[in-house]
């Protein structure tokens, strides 16, 4: 009897298998099992138990199955741009670095209305795009009014999707390997006067949550999010300890980029932060600083104005 399946290495470095065809009675189906030829016995127990994962989850009665190469190329960057894609949980539990859902979210978004709307892109299979469909989708996009900074984005997004597949081995080429990103015109925010940073500090404010989110921005170079996720436990005999992260679609997180630090608190900032206290229903250690308004001693997307305002500080 024929066995379903044959391993085989593709460049001394990865095993492949390919799977019998029953009706065409050849071998016509060839997979990657993701398995690098490593060690003495280069891994092959491991590519053989992968085959055999890959055989119980496909059929191989009929016509060749797709590789990642035979997907369109929109709905394999629109999936690509998912929590559940095959990046998303590689990043997650081999790098240790997951992927945020506002990341997550953007890489969908661009692909949608920047990528998507190319009529050339429409039918164009993943092994077809060749680095002039790309030069041509970038002339269009400028055409249509797209700047140089959200070009270079949906750039990004498409280009991480198909090196993604290239890595893997499912495309034999990087259509990517020759494009440079359009040139932008930045301009530098530069940093605030002390003429600023006193109208800042003195400036009118409704209640103390506003002005405290200015001073904590201002004087003690908090994120946002570091503003929304900070806890009463995190002030401390005149210290702010600044281990949170408030993101509005991710919940409660670390530092950005592990930025964890101490910062001592002015002392113009102590009686703000007293006030607050006093006001607030629920001042225990886990308790949050900057309250949402509809859930006490929780955090939301719609939290206290005080977070408002700091978006709004240089508009």
Excluded at 55 to 65: H, I, N, Q, R, V
Excluded at 106 to 121: Q, V
Excluded at 142 to 148: I, W
Aim: with cysteine; aromatic share 8%.
């Amino acid at each position: 009897m024929r066995n379903p399946f044959s391993l085989y290495k593709k460049q001394h470095s990865v095993w492949y298998a390919r799977f019998w065809n029953k009706k065409a009675e050849k071998y016509t189906e060839y997979r990657s099992t993701g398995v690098k030829v490593s060690g003495k016995k280069g891994r092959q127990q491991e590519a053989w138990n992968r085959a055999m994962e890959i055989l119980a989850t496909a059929s191989f009665e009929g016509a060749k199955p797709r590789t990642a190469a035979d997907i369109l190329l929109l709905e394999y960057v629109a999936g690509f741009w998912t929590k559940d894609s095959d990046y998303a949980k590689d990043c997650a539990n081999t790098r240790k670095q997951p992927l945020s859902l506002k990341y997550i979210r953007g890489g969908a978004d661009d692909t949608r209305l920047h990528i998507a709307p190319y009529e050339p892109f429409q039918g164009l299979s993943l092994k077809e795009l060749t680095s002039g469909h790309i030069r041509a989708w970038m002339r269009w996009a400028a055409e249509t009014g797209r700047s140089a900074r959200r070009i270079n984005s949906a750039l990004s997004t498409m280009r991480i999707a198909v090196r993604y597949a290239v890595a893997n081995e499912e495309l034999d080429r990087d259509p990517f390997k020759n494009i440079d990103e359009m040139a932008e015109q930045t301009k530098e925010m530069g940093i605030l006067s002390q003429e600023e940073m006193g109208k800042l500090i003195h400036s009118p404010a409704k209640n103390p949550y506003d002005r405290a989110v200015v001073l904590l921005a201002v004087l003690c170079s908090l994120r946002r999010g570091e503003i929304r996720g900070l806890m009463w436990g995190d002030i401390e005999n005149g210290i702010i300890d600044i281990s949170h992260n408030f993101v509005c679609m991710d919940g409660l997180k670390g530092p950005k980029r592990g930025s964890y630090r101490k910062i001592p608190v002015p002392k113009v900032l102590e009686g703000i932060l007293g006030e607050i206290r006093r006001l607030a229903k629920n001042p225990a250690d886990g308790a949050y600083v900057f309250e949402s308004p509809e859930v006490r001693g929780n955090r939301s997307a719609k939290h206290s104005s005080a977070t408002h305002f700091l978006v709004n500080l240089r508009r």
